[in-house]
C-alpha cells in the first residue's frame, strides 16, 4: 500500500495521520504538501479543544508569529500551560491551511480543564502542545519504578526510546546525532528533492514510530499519554462522522501509532472517566525566539529557531540567503566583510557538507564557514551571529481583539499611548521625569514591578547621577502575559491594581524597612491613594519600634522618597514629618546601642552610621516644620560617639572621619583623636579597628593618607610599635582596609612609607627634591589646562585674560 493509498482523505482508508516534528521547517512544508494532495474536509490539530474560538483569529492580519496560545486556571492564574507556535510549526501551517481553503478546524488533545487540574494548584506548569518535556521524566520515572533488570532488555530500552525516539532512529540508521539525522532526511526536504509522494514521509515515519512505542511498551507505558490519546481518538471519530471529505490529523509523529490503533470508543470514554476538571480561560499570547529556544520550563528545546525560520522561509539557496544575512549582520557590527566572504563561505559549507556525507550545508558547516571566513577563528563575533540570528529576537504579535484580561487590555492601551512597544531584545531606556511622557514611562514600570510584572530593571544612569534621570533595561518576556493575568487580581487598571497591590503589602509587612521601601515605591510608581494608607502604617511601626538598626535602616529609603517627591512634584509633607521624626528618634537611642558590641554588630552599626549621616545630608535642617536642626543635632551625636570609650574603634573612628569631612573638626583635632586611638595604651585590635573605620570602607580613606602625611605617619608609627604577638592579630583587618584602596593609591602610600619620616617630610614642607612634588606651582603647566576648563564651561571662543596670579591662583579663565 503506497502512501497516498493509506493516507487518502476519502474517509474510506481512515484518517490521514500526518506525524511531525513540532517545530519543524520540514515538517511543516510536509504538512503542507500532504494537505494539498489529500485536500481533507477537516483538519484535526494536536492542542487545546478550548481554544477552538479562538482558531479564525489566525487569519488576522494583525496575528504574527510566533505566538502561543495560554490557558490558565480562571481561579488561580498562575496555572497556566502554553502551547506556542511558530511560522515554521507544522500545527501553525495546518491551521493557516484550513483558514484559507474555508475548511473547519478543531484542536483535539485532552482539555485544558482537565490538564491544569491534574497539575498541583500551586505549581506553574509551561508545555508544548505534546509535553515532550513532561513525557521524558514521566519515562525516566516510569523506568526507575518498573525497575527491570539486566535480563530484560525491552525494559532496559523503553526509557531511552521514550526519552527521544529520534535518536532511536537516528542509531538505528548509523547517526549519533540525532538533530543532524533529522535535519537531513525530513527538514531539508524542498531544498534537496523529493520523491514527488506526498504523504510517503508521513507513512515511513508511522512505521517507525510504530515500532519504537511497540519496544516501549514493553517496558511500560505513560498513562497520561494513554488519556490524552484515548482523547483524541474520540475526536478524530466524531469528525469522521461528520465529514464526507475525509479528516487529516496533524499530531506528533510519537502519537501517530495509537491513533492508528483499534480500540473501542467504551474502552476510550473509560479512560476519561472521572478526570478532575477545573475552570479555565484561553487567549493568544505573543512568544518569542529565544523562548522556543530553551531546554528548561516550556523550552521547546529548539536551539535554532532563527535558522528553522529561514529554512521555511527561503525559497531556494539557503545556504546562501543564510550566509549573506550574517555577512550584513556582521557588516552592521563594524567588522570588514566583503561579498567575497561570502563566495568563500559558501563554498567552504558546501565542502565540508559534501566531505560530512550530508545532503545540504546544515547549520553546523555554515557555522564552521562563518568562524573560518568571516571571524577569523574567533568565536566572539561568532556568539553574535547565534544570539541575533540563530536564535533571534523575534517577538510576536496578537490582534487587539485577542481575549485578555481586563488588565491586559488596559496594559496594551497605556504602552501604545506611551509609545512604549513590548520587545524580545533586550534594550536600554533612558528617561528624563522632567518630560511629561518620560515621568509617566517611569511610573508605569515602577507600578508593573510592584504587581511583580518585571517588564523592566532599573540600572545606573549614565552621565548623571541626579534625580531627574534614570535608566532601564527592558525586555518582554512570554512569560509576563500570567503575571499580568495574575495582577488582574487587584484591579482592572495599572493604576488600580498597583495601588491596591501596595496597601495589601502594607499590610503584611514584616518590618519597618519593608513598609519605607514601600512607601518610596509608591512615589516612584506615582500611587498618591496608596500612600496615605502606607503612611499611616509606616508612622504606626515607627512609633512601635524600638530598635536603633531598624530605625536606621528604614530612614535612608524615606529620604530617598523626598528627592523623588521633588522631581516627580509629589506631595511629601506627611513623608518629610515622618522622616525626621525617625532621625531624631535614631539621634536619641544611637549612643546607647553602639555600646558594648562585638566585632560582627559593629561593623554592621557603622554602615547604620554611613546611612544615617548619607540621609541627614539629603534632609537637611528645614524639610519638615518643628523639626530644625537636624544636621547639628546629628554631628553632636557623632562628637559623642567619637568620644566614648565604650564605643567600638570601628564606630569611633567612622565618627571622627565623617566630622572631618563635614568641615565640623579640623584636622589638626583629627590627628589629636588618631593619636589618642593609636597611643599605647590602647589595645591593637581597637586601634586597627580605629584605622579601619577612618581610612576603610571605601570611604576615600587612601587619598586622606596620601595628602595628609600627619595621619600617615601616625599610622606608620604606631603600626611600628605593635609587638610582634599582636601584629599577626591586627593583620587581617589592616591588609582588609588597605587592600580596598586603588591600586595607584596603594602604590604611592608604600613609596611614602618606604621613604621614612625623614625623607618625605611633610606635604607642606615638600621639596623639588621628592618626587612627584615642588616647591611651588608650575604656572606655565597650569595655564595648560585652560582651554579644556574654557571647554567644559562653554567658554571655548573666548581668549583667556589671565591665567594665574602671583599668588599661584586661577583669577580669570575668559574675556
Known amino acids: 500500500m503506497t502512501g497516498t493509498d493509506r493516507g487518502r482523505a476519502d474517509g474510506a482508508l481512515g484518517p490521514v495521520l500526518l506525524g511531525v516534528r513540532h517545530h519543524g521547517p520540514g515538517s511543516a512544508r510536509a504538512v503542507r504538501a500532504a494537505l494539498e494532495a489529500a485536500r481533507p474536509g477537516t483538519v484535526l490539530i494536536e492542542g487545546p479543544p478550548e481554544a477552538d474560538a479562538l482558531i479564525p483569529l489566525a487569519a488576522d492580519e494583525d496575528m504574527r508569529p510566533p505566538v502561543a496560545l495560554l490557558a490558565h486556571a480562571v481561579d488561580e492564574p498562575g496555572r497556566s500551560a502554553f502551547w506556542p507556535l511558530a511560522?515554521?510549526?507544522?500545527?501553525?501551517?495546518?491551521?493557516?491551511?484550513?483558514?484559507e481553503h474555508d475548511v473547519p478546524a478543531r484542536f483535539i488533545d485532552l482539555p485544558a480543564a482537565h490538564s491544569l487540574a491534574l497539575w498541583s494548584a500551586d505549581e506553574t506548569q509551561e508545555e508544548d502542545t505534546q509535553q515532550e518535556d513532561a513525557e521524558r521524566e514521566d519515562a525516566e520515572r516510569a523506568a526507575e519504578e518498573q525497575g527491570s533488570g539486566p535480563?530484560?532488555?525491552?525494559?532496559?530500552?523503553?526509557?531511552?526510546?521514550?526519552?527521544?525516539?529520534?535518536?532511536?532512529?537516528?542509531?538505528?540508521?548509523?547517526?549519533?546525532?540525532?538533530?543532524?539525522?533529522?535535519?537531513?532526511?525530513?527538514?531539508?526536504?524542498?531544498?534537496?528533492?523529493?520523491?514527488?509522494?506526498?504523504?510517503?514521509?508521513?507513512?515511513a515515519l508511522e512505521e517507525a514510530m510504530g515500532a519504537l512505542r511497540e519496544t516501549e511498551e514493553g517496558g511500560g507505558h505513560d498513562a497520561r499519554d494513554r488519556v490524552r490519546e484515548a482523547y483524541m481518538r474520540l475526536q478524530v471519530r466524531a469528525a469522521q462522522r461528520e465529514s464526507a471529505r475525509g479528516v487529516a490529523v496533524v499530531c506528533g509523529a510519537w502519537h501517530v501509532p495509537a491513533l492508528r490503533r483499534k480500540v473501542t470508543a467504551t474502552a476510550d470514554r473509560a479512560l476519561l472517566k472521572g478526570l478532575p476538571r477545573?475552570?479555565?480561560?484561553?487567549?493568544?499570547?505573543?512568544?518569542?525566539?529565544?523562548?522556543?529556544?530553551?531546554?528548561?520550563?516550556?523550552?521547546a528545546g529548539i536551539e535554532s529557531p532563527g535558522w528553522y525560520a529561514h529554512l521555511f522561509g527561503a525559497v531556494d539557496r539557503p545556504v546562501e540567503r543564510w550566509l549573506t544575512k550574517v555577512a550584513g549582520l556582521l557588516r552592521d557590527e563594524g567588522r570588514i566583510v566583503s561579498s567575497a566572504h561570502v563566495i568563500e563561505a559558501v563554498r567552504l559549507a558546501g565542502t565540508l557538507a559534501t566531505l560530512r556525507g550530508r545532503p545540504l550545508a546544515g547549520l553546523g558547516e555554515t557555522t564552521d564557514a562563518v568562524r573560518a571566513v568571516m571571524c577569523d577563528g574567533s568565536d566572539v563575533p561568532l556568539a553574535l551571529v547565534r544570539d541575533r540570528l540563530v536564535v533571534g529576537d523575534v517577538l510576536g504579535e496578537v490582534p487587539a481583539g485577542a481575549p485578555a484580561v481586563p488588565l491586559q487590555r488596559d496594559l496594551a492601551r497605556v504602552q501604545r499611548r506611551l509609545r512604549l512597544?513590548?520587545?524580545?531584545?533586550?534594550?536600554?531606556?533612558?528617561?528624563?521625569?522632567?518630560?511629561?511622557?518620560?515621568?509617566?514611562?517611569?511610573?508605569l514600570l515602577h507600578r508593573l514591578r510592584l504587581l511583580g510584572v518585571g517588564w523592566g530593571e532599573p540600572a545606573a544612569s549614565r552621565g548623571s547621577t541626579g534625580t531627574f534621570r534614570e535608566t532601564w533595561r527592558l525586555r518582554w518576556e512570554p512569560e509576563l502575559s500570567v503575571r499580568v493575568a495574575e495582577a488582574g487580581v487587584w484591579g482592572t487598571t495599572v493604576l488600580a491594581a498597583a495601588t491596591a497591590k501596595a496597601e495589601a503589602d502594607a499590610v503584611t509587612a514584616r518590618d519597618l524597612a519593608e513598609v519605607t521601601a514601600l512607601a518610596e515605591r509608591c512615589l516612584l510608581a506615582g500611587l498618591p491613594a496608596a500612600l496615605t494608607p502606607v503612611m499611616r502604617i509606616l508612622a504606626d511601626r515607627a512609633a512601635l519600634d524600638t530598635d536603633v538598626g531598624h530605625l536606621a535602616r528604614a530612614l535612608p529609603a524615606l529620604v530617598r522618597s523626598l528627592r523623588y517627591g521633588d522631581v516627580r512634584g509629589t506631595d511629601t509633607g506627611a513623608l518629610a514629618e515622618v522622616a525626621a521624626g525617625l532621625a531624631g528618634r535614631v539621634f536619641v537611642g544611637l549612643p546607647a546601642a553602639c555600646a558594648a558590641l562585638d566585632a560582627d554588630a559593629a561593623d554592621e552599626m557603622r554602615g547604620h552610621v554611613d546611612a544615617v549621616h548619607g540621609a541627614v545630608g539629603l534632609l537637611g535642617d528645614t524639610s519638615a516644620p518643628g523639626h530644625g536642626g537636624l544636621r547639628s543635632r546629628w554631628q553632636a551625636v557623632l562628637r559623642t560617639l567619637s568620644a566614648r570609650d565604650i564605643v567600638p574603634g570601628v564606630v569611633r573612628?567612622?565618627?571622627?572621619?565623617?566630622?572631618?569631612?563635614?568641615?565640623?573638626?579640623?584636622?589638626?583635632?583629627?590627628?589629636?583623636?588618631?593619636?589618642?586611638?593609636?597611643?599605647?595604651?590602647?589595645?591593637?585590635?581597637?586601634?586597627?579597628?580605629?584605622?579601619?573605620?577612618?581610612?576603610?570602607?571605601?570611604?576615600?580613606?587612601?587619598l586622606l593618607l596620601l595628602h595628609d602625611e600627619r595621619l600617615l605617619a601616625l599610622v606608620d608609627t604606631w603600626l611600628t610599635g605593635v609587638a610582634a604577638e599582636a601584629f599577626t592579630e591586627v593583620l587581617p583587618l589592616l591588609r582588609r582596609t588597605f587592600a580596598a584602596y586603588e591600586p595607584g593609591v596603594r602604590r604611592s602610600l608604600g613609596e611614602l612609607v618606604r621613604r621614612g619620616p625623614v625623607a618625605r617630610g611633610r606635604v607642606t614642607t615638600a621639596g623639588p627634591g621628592i618626587p612627584g612634588?615642588?616647591?611651588?606651582?608650575?604656572?606655565?603647566?597650569?595655564?595648560?589646562?585652560?582651554?579644556?576648563?574654557?571647554?567644559?564651561?562653554?567658554?571655548?571662543?573666548?581668549?583667556?585674560?589671565?591665567?594665574?596670579?602671583?599668588?599661584?591662583?586661577?583669577?580669570?579663565?575668559?574675556?
Open 87 to 99: 511560522e515554521f510549526s507544522p500545527e501553525w501551517v495546518a491551521l493557516r491551511w484550513a483558514l
Open 421 to 443: 512597544k513590548p520587545e524580545a531584545r533586550r534594550r536600554e531606556l533612558e528617561l528624563d521625569l522632567r518630560k511629561d511622557t518620560d515621568a509617566s514611562r517611569s511610573r
Open 653 to 702: 573612628g567612622r565618627a571622627v572621619r565623617l566630622l572631618l569631612d563635614d568641615g565640623v573638626l579640623a584636622s589638626d583635632e583629627a590627628a589629636r583623636s588618631m593619636g589618642l586611638a593609636l597611643s599605647r595604651g590602647t589595645p591593637p585590635a581597637d586601634a586597627a579597628a580605629w584605622i579601619e573605620g577612618f581610612v576603610g570602607g571605601g570611604s576615600g580613606g587612601g
Open 773 to 815: 612634588f615642588a616647591a611651588g606651582l608650575d604656572t606655565e603647566r597650569a595655564d595648560a589646562v585652560l582651554p579644556v576648563v574654557r571647554l567644559l564651561l562653554g567658554l571655548a571662543g573666548s581668549a583667556p585674560a589671565h591665567g594665574l596670579d602671583g599668588n599661584d591662583d586661577l583669577v580669570e579663565v575668559d574675556a
Open 278 to 299: 477545573t475552570k479555565v480561560d484561553l487567549t493568544w499570547v505573543p512568544w518569542t525566539y529565544r523562548r522556543l529556544s530553551r531546554s528548561g520550563g516550556y523550552g
Open 151 to 203: 535480563g530484560d532488555p525491552s525494559g532496559a530500552s523503553a526509557p531511552e526510546v521514550r526519552a527521544d525516539p529520534l535518536a532511536a532512529l537516528a542509531g538505528a540508521a548509523g547517526h549519533d546525532d540525532p538533530e543532524r539525522w533529522w535535519e537531513d532526511v525530513v527538514e531539508h526536504r524542498g531544498h534537496g528533492g523529493g520523491d514527488g509522494d506526498a504523504l510517503a514521509p508521513f507513512t
